[in-house]
């Protein structure tokens, strides 16, 4: 059986291209500001940080910036899709 268009019997045509090819825009200024916000993010734990080191105080800008530290940590990643 063969799917008819309106129910005039005639088979179905699909087109030969069904989306349009999205082609790659570059977009540069995407993960550099992500970087900057993910450091205004953690500016204030970056300053504790390096005034008194611990790994405590490690961990806890860690848990509680996890958005900003993943940003961060995929950055390589960001500028290569983005280039």
Known sequence: MTLSQHGTGEPATV??????????????WVPL???????????TEILLLLDHF???????AIRSHSLAVLVLLLQPSLWRRYR
């Open 54 to 60: 611990t790994v405590t105080s490690l961990v806890v």
């Open 33 to 43: 500001l992500l970087l900057i916000l993910a450091l205004l993010d953690l500016r």
């Open 15 to 28: 087109p030969a291209t069904v989306a349009p090819d999205r082609r790659r825009v570059s977009r540069p």
